[in-house]
């Protein structure tokens, strides 16, 4: 993979160096394996290590598509470093506001209708500003309290062309790099690329919001702000506006008022039913995201989500009871199971660091108990041992990870590892309704009518087969000589005993029988048999030993 000399990208490849020869000889790029790109310095102990906000603060100043892969890479701790991942995860990604013109001109040109028709009053003055877009509070003409978010002019083609750098780039890291070939970073970057696409159409966020309301209906603590789609587009999005504070900003006293306990238990509910049941969920629940409205959690800012397959959803609610419930060979089971790359695994030493993390786990539960924190330990030292694990689980663990904080701020004394068991048995039900759904019996019944109409013809083929003496079985089954051979050996063996056991019965009952020939004072034919018997024994025994002595070293060559 050559990098592109266009004069954009190479200014994008100079800033990517800069962060690399900055921190490259420090923990962070020596954990991911890149210090081969670098030259070293004589003495590396002396080299002093930068803070991770400096990281952060430095990856702030490069835009929106390297903050986005900040916080995306945060969620990775078996690629960052934990003091860099808290530090990444935590970016605020907000900026000046542009000027209330633009927004203007941005709203005439996709709404398609007179702004003074559609709104009574729109605020010029920002409630937020961020890289990518800001939100104007605004009232609609039917009086309907609403948020406009509005996409930041020129900025989809500031992000196309860094996208198109970083994709030379991590293809080039891939080829050159231990790090890229170790975790596939071409394809992680393809699947990063895809979210920041999705992210720059309000429409995909429209919907998604949508989805999430229908999903978590039943959950009455939960609100979901939806769209009005009439008055949205890919650079705009309206919704209802949710007149509500930060989990971050209550007071002291206002945390007495609540039902923390309550909300706590419902939000996540609300995530596993989404992580476990749906397949679907909200992906990024940090603090800043969460709002207190009337005695509800409200979710807002839904542009990251991701979504999981029901083969992986069955493993992950078995990982989380298994790390709930202390069961670390269970765990190990499920990690294996959904293992997307085990060649190179140390089963042995993964075994021995899975129930590590899953018994510190279980120490500090009783303090602060965080079942995301478990998840991600868990995805770190699979990569440690060679072992490649579902991206998705990444963003589950941090997912988790950021609810722990919510729970903690809520109800100080919440158990996560409590609560999963407790929904566990709700959501098992709910999966087993849905594998055996109505679509999926028209869809076994689509089968059954496929084998019966395809059924004659393949019987016909056979029976003609049959007729002209062409019918052939394969069966591959073991070596019917050598089984054979060994059955053989059994049966002589068999038979030697019996032989032998009739000469022992046959000298003790002549015994008492009076003759004239004596050996050693008894009768001689009765200790003929039993000398017979005792050599015969001997000679049986020698050739087990030897036999299977030789076949054991045989087996331990092989």
Not at 11 to 30: P, S, T
Not at 167 to 183: D, I, M, V
Not at 511 to 521: A, D, K, N
Request: charge should be neutral; charged fraction near 25%; proline fraction near 5%.
């Amino acid at each position: 993979m050559n990098l592109s000399l266009r004069p954009e990208h190479l200014k994008r490849y100079k800033d990517f160096a800069l962060l690399l020869w900055k921190y490259g000889r420090r923990d962070l790029v020596a954990r991911a394996g890149l210090n081969e790109l670098l030259p070293q310095e004589p003495d590396e102990s002396a080299a002093r290590v930068p803070e991770a906000q400096e990281l952060a603060r430095d990856v702030e100043r490069l835009g929106p598509t390297y903050i986005k892969l900040a916080q995306l890479l945060s969620t990775r701790p078996d690629i960052i470093p934990p003091a860099y991942a808290d530090a990444l995860a935590r970016l605020q990604d907000q900026v000046a506001p542009f000027p209330y013109a633009e927004v203007e001109k941005i709203l005439d040109e996709d709404i398609g209708a007179r702004l003074s028709k559609v709104f009574e009053r729109i605020e010029p003055q920002p409630v937020a500003a961020a890289s990518l877009a800001q939100v104007h509070y605004a009232v609609l003409r039917d009086g309907r309290a609403v948020a406009l978010k509005v996409q930041r002019p020129g900025i989809r083609e500031q992000v196309l062309d860094d996208l198109e750098a970083l994709g030379e780039l991590a293809a080039f890291l891939e080829e050159h790099t231990q790090f890229g070939s170790r975790f596939g970073i071409a394809a992680l970057f393809q699947e990063f690329r895809k979210s920041m696409l999705r992210e720059l159409d309000f429409r995909q966020e429209a919907l998604h919001l949508v989805t999430l309301g229908n999903n978590l209906r039943e959950i009455p603590e939960i609100v979901i702000p939806q769209p009005i789609m009439s008055y949205s587009s890919s650079r705009v999005l309206t919704m209802q506006f949710i007149p509500g504070t930060k989990i971050t900003a209550l007071s002291p006293l206002a945390r007495l008022e609540l039902d923390g306990e309550r909300l706590a238990d419902a939000l996540f509910r609300a995530y596993l039913k989404q992580m476990l049941r749906d397949g679907f969920f909200h992906a990024d629940p940090h603090p800043a995201n969460v709002f207190l409205v009337d005695g509800h959690v409200a979710l807002i800012d839904l542009g990251m989500v991701a979504r999981l397959r029901p083969s992986l959803q069955d493993r992950l609610l078995q990982l989380l009871l298994a790390v709930s419930d202390n069961r670390p060979d269970d765990a190990l089971k499920v990690l294996l199971l959904i293992a997307e790359d085990r060649s190179l695994a140390d089963e042995a030493g993964f075994r021995r660091a899975v129930t590590d993390i899953i018994g510190q786990h279980m120490e500090v539960q009783l303090a602060r108990p965080q079942v995301g924190r478990a998840v991600l330990m868990l995805l770190k030292v699979a990569a440690e041992h060679g072992i490649r694990l579902p991206p998705e689980l990444a963003m589950v663990g941090k997912t988790l990870l950021n609810l722990d904080e919510i729970g903690l701020t809520l109800a100080p004394r919440f158990d996560t590892n409590a609560a999963v068991r407790r929904h566990a048995a709700a959501i098992t039900q709910e999966q087993m309704t849905r594998d055996f759904s109505l679509g999926s019996f028209f869809s076994m019944a689509v089968e059954v009518k496929n084998f019966v109409q395809h059924l004659p013809g393949r019987v016909n083929r056979i029976l003609d087969r049959l007729a002209d003496n062409d019918f052939e079985i394969k069966v591959e089954a073991l070596d019917e000589a050598r089984l054979m051979e060994g059955m053989q050996k059994v049966a002589n063996r068999i038979t030697l005993g019996l032989v032998l056991a009739a000469l022992i019965v046959g000298a003790a009952l002549l015994m008492r029988v009076e003759t004239s020939f004596r050996l050693f004072g008894y009768p001689g034919i009765a200790i003929l048999l039993f000398l017979g018997a005792a050599l015969g024994a001997v000679g049986l025994v020698f050739t087990i030993l030897v036999s299977d002595i030789t076949a054991s070293r045989i087996r331990r060559r092989k």
